[in-house]
């Protein structure tokens, strides 16, 4: 055993021993599976330090449940459809999709994706990610497109699904619709105005607007029915400014009267709202806004304008026109596309739309089915279905995604959808119906929208399913799911956990895991989330692999507890170095000792002191499944770092280290007993370690255990086998008498500054009980080795409260000690 660990060549053996033994292969034949929904990366750039921290807590899940012996099924795919990879690639390569033929973009796409996974791959494997490397799922491959377009034939033959012109959210940077789950909401500053009308009888009417740009969009003015300064201008008419447009003035139960003049404007479509009164209303639709983001015809002379130019240009055309009455700045709520930071438009498009409004109570009854950690994050994803507005917009205007199957009869707006026996299908690459099935027109024409890619990911278990069944026995789609465990970060419980919890009980009736969890995000150093996007990650993963170890970086991974952001800690990456340097020293001291010990051959009589550490490590072993199974991965690894650093390495290898390098001087049992123990906990302190820092304990287990083992990875052992729990609750309790003894000595050798080896001529142990002066005589040997006595005094007697135990010198120089021991 090297007396230096060499984390880069044992992570390099460490990887292609993995790799070329299939270490992680789903055990089909044990007892049950438990499927893993694991979260497939956005391929849109690179990765950055909260991946990491979030995959690894997924992977910590995984190796424990596969030593408890389930047949873990820990699949990885890659989201590389839609959006996000459009505008990724366009970035990387300089291009803009609509600016290339539609093949060769999406040939573009399909390429820059799949080096990017590769790359993906690469650091999921060097940090150590126990997945299936050899079968991954991408989200555009084949046999996505046939799984996706499935479900949307299935549940558009349920009514399920459906296509309407409607008002839809729409980013006009991104040139595509969004849904609503895809907003976040940006505090912007804006100018609230006040401008003038005309009525039919010349009086000036004074509305209040933030979004003056939307004047040529008008088309009628509200007021309230109770209020009187309007109700004698119903259904009469005004005059819009700089346009000239009639508008009709009509009242509305919703408008505030007490809010600005207690008259607004309706416009197609500022938010909302107005699109409720344009319906209720039956108000005409005026496209003022183009899907490029800039004015349309209809703001004649501030046409071709971008929205923020149209509107400062507009204001501007209103105070030289003398029609402000008055203007305030204030800082308001503006919902934009989570991509791009863009504010959204409204825009009325021809859209595919999944029907959810009328199943909300349905969602958050199958919600209440599946064990959320923590718990509290329920309430999250229960909030967020009370408050829905919108049916689940599907629909995208990009060339790169999975295609809806279908074709639209121009004369009739007949609907004519592929067969499932034609999936997976391209309309704009395969020859439409001859005919329309309804007028028998032949005017056909393919849906020219790609499918929303949440889409595709809220169809992960059956991605995973599909996955599962091409490579083992195939197993039906009811007893796959619900899959053991869901993963994902708190951000992504409105899109991905609800868009599955979706799909789940539209097609199966059921919830999609038995378990969902969900990981905090890592903060930047201005405490906000680190992301792409925001670039304001210190250090990048491949940058932290090549100044720590990957175990270390694991062990931070660990220390926050589920569900809350955590900050990045490089200290905390430091501590895990420490960690992997004394794990690996401690074996090291460990290893000429235990050369000849079997492990299937366990002494008769171990000694209190070694009974006492198996009893210890058995109570450990017991906090740390009870913490792993509820998912609280910093709880369980504080549970083995006390027992790691404090009772192993501090008290019990310094209790027997002396009997190890002299074992002449005492009885070959204990010898035995103590060898045999060390080898043995030593195995079981490696296991609850695996999980962790998977690189190190198999380097230790290649050099001390594998000859003996059944299994060639410390990974594939399995805690039932190697855990026998022991209970030795009267030598654990003797053994506090042996440990409360040695500590004091070195505390009282501190105090005087010297060495621990420095020799008592005499030590002296005074206490008023029996037993405990029995049991440090038994052990005398084991004394005398720890705290360098020559000679051990026994003495009963009385103990004070206050009493002090006390080092002191003789006349020559020799140094003696007296300590009081209270049980």
Known sequence: MEKKYDYKKAQELCRAKWLSEKTYQTN?????????????????????????????????????????????????????????????????????AHEMKRGAFIDLCLT?????????KDLWQNLGISAEWEHTYSTISVDARRISQQSFLELYAKDLVYRRYEPALYCTACRTSVAQAELDDAQLPAFFTTISFTADNGNQLDISTTRPELLPACVALLFHPN????????????????FGSKVPILSDEKVDPEKGTGLVMVC????????EWYKKHNLPYIQAIGLDGKMTVQAKQFAALSVNAARTKILETLEQEHLIKQQRSLVHNVGVHERCK??????????????????????????????????????????????????????????????????????????????????????????????CTECKGTNIVPDQDVMDTWNTSSLTPYLVHDLYNKIYSPISKEKFIPMALRPQAHDIIRTWAFDTIVKSLFHEQKAPWQAIVISGHVLSEKNEKISKSKGNETKKPEALLEEFCADAIRYWTASGSLGHDVAFSVDQIKQGNRLVTKLWNAFLFAYPHVQEVKLKEKPVHLGIINEWLLHELTLTEKAYHQALNVYEFGAALQAVEQFFWSLYCDNYIELVKHSLFNPDQYDQSFVQGTRWTLYAAGLRLLQLYAP?????????FQELYAKQMPHASVHQTQFATIQTPYVFEKSAKQTGYIMDVATSIRKLKTGQQLSLKTALVTLTIQSERTDVLDTCLQESLVLKGVTQAIELCFKKGTVLEDTQNCIYQDQDGQWHAIVYVRP
């Not at 197609?268 to 699109?275: A, E, N, P, W």
């Not at 690189?695 to 230790?700: M, Q």
């Open 227 to 242: 209020d009187t300064r309007y109700t004698h201008l119903y259904k009469t008419y005004a005059t819009a400014p700089l």
């Open 342 to 435: 863009t504010p959204v438009e409204y825009m009325l498009l021809a859209q595919w739309f999944v029907r959810i409004l009328p199943f909300k109570k349905d969602f958050i009854a199958i919600a209440n089915t599946i064990d959320w950690k923590p718990a509290f994050m329920k309430s999250r994803y229960v909030d967020w279905v009370e408050h829905l507005q919108w049916d689940w917009c599907i629909s995208r205007q990009r060339m790169y995604g999975i295609p809806f199957p279908v074709w639209h009869c121009a004369d009739c707006n007949t609907v004519l959808p592929a067969t499932m026996e034609q999936l997976p299908v391209d309309p704009q690459e395969m020859a439409a119906p001859a005919v």
């Open 112 to 120: 820059e994706s799949a080096k990017a996974a590769d790359t993906f």
């Open 268 to 275: 197609t479509f500022g938010d909302t709202t107005d699109i």
């Open 692 to 700: 962790y820092i998977p690189f190190v304990t198999e380097a230790i």
């Open 28 to 96: 089909a034949n044990a007892a049950l599976l438990y499927a893993i929904d694991t979260p497939p990366p956005t391929v849109s750039g690179t990765l950055h330090i909260g991946h990491v921290f979030s995959y690894t807590q997924t992977d910590i899940i995984a190796r424990h449940k596969r030593m408890e012996g389930r047949a873990v099924f820990y699949p990885f795919g890659f989201d590389d459809n839609g959006l996000p990879t459009e505008r990724y690639v366009e970035k990387k390569c300089n291009v803009r």
